[in-house]
């Protein structure tokens, strides 16, 4: 069936550098894209989200960027902090109207201090 | 607010056993979700309420488990008989019927021996 995925199972980055996160989805018919954030112990936390009529949304420090074409999906952090180590997962709605949400594997982002 | 509330926070139980998992969503959030997460199979969506009634169930894994959302301020998960596969982090989220965003809960983690 049709699923999301991550590129990268973990990123490893400096503290102050700019991280980016990757996610490729399979379902052209998603219209509603998320990403969390997950910290040890705790239940996935809400970070930006984006529809699929844009191509760009940003929030503060995190922008997302999806190319429909290629069925992608990226998020960047600018300037990470240690507070950002934690696992973050894209979900994608696939459209109707249960809202039902189906969550990628996750990527592991360990900031370096 | 105090967010979603969920309990217990830890089960260890022995296989057989009858587990309940409660949880308490956000007032005012009309939709609620269980989902399980484990390392092999990341975040699943079990069961889906709105306005307290079932919408997608399609997640649960098997006769053993079931959900119950007797009013707007709670809902429970009970696996009977557990079984070792069964242990997982259990997340209960909610929502308000229109929106994608989801709250997620601190998560319940199971434990069957």
């Known amino acids: 069936g049709e699923s999301v995925g991550l590129h990268l199972p973990t990123l490893s980055v400096q503290e102050g550098d700019n991280s980016i996160i990757n996610c490729a989805y399979s379902?052209?018919?998603?219209?509603?894209f998320i990403w969390y954030k997950q910290e040890s112990g705790k239940g996935p936390q809400f970070i930006i989200d984006?529809?699929?009529?844009?191509d760009k949304r940003q929030g503060q420090r995190v922008t997302v960027l999806l190319n429909k074409t290629v069925k992608h999906l990226s998020l960047q952090i600018a300037a990470t902090q240690p507070g950002d180590s934690a696992v973050y997962f894209c979900?994608?709605?696939?459209?109707?109207?249960?809202?039902?949400?189906?969550f990628g594997k996750g990527t592991l982002l360990t900031v370096n201090p | 607010d105090a967010g979603v509330i969920q309990s217990p926070r830890h089960e260890v139980t022995e296989m057989g056993q009858e587990v309940t998992l409660r949880c308490k969503p956000i007032?005012?959030?009309?939709?609620l979700f269980w989902y399980r997460q484990t390392m092999m199979r990341g975040l699943e969506l079990l069961i889906y309420?709105?306005?307290?009634?079932?919408?997608?169930d399609s997640g649960m894994p098997e006769d053993r488990f079931s959900a119950k959302m007797p009013n707007a301020s709670f809902s429970t998960l009970k696996i009977q008989p557990s079984e070792p596969r069964d242990s997982a982090v259990y997340f209960c989220?909610?929502?308000?019927?229109?929106?994608?965003?989801?709250?997620f809960g601190p998560g319940t983690r199971l434990t069957v021996t």
């Open positions: 989220a909610s929502s308000f019927a229109g929106s994608n965003e989801q709250y």
């Open positions: 379902n052209s018919a998603s219209d509603y």
């Open positions: 984006i529809r699929s009529n844009m």
């Open positions: 979900a994608e709605n696939s459209g109707g109207s249960n809202y039902k949400l189906t």
């Open positions: 007032s005012g959030h009309n939709s």
């Open positions: 309420f709105n306005n307290n009634v079932p919408i997608d």
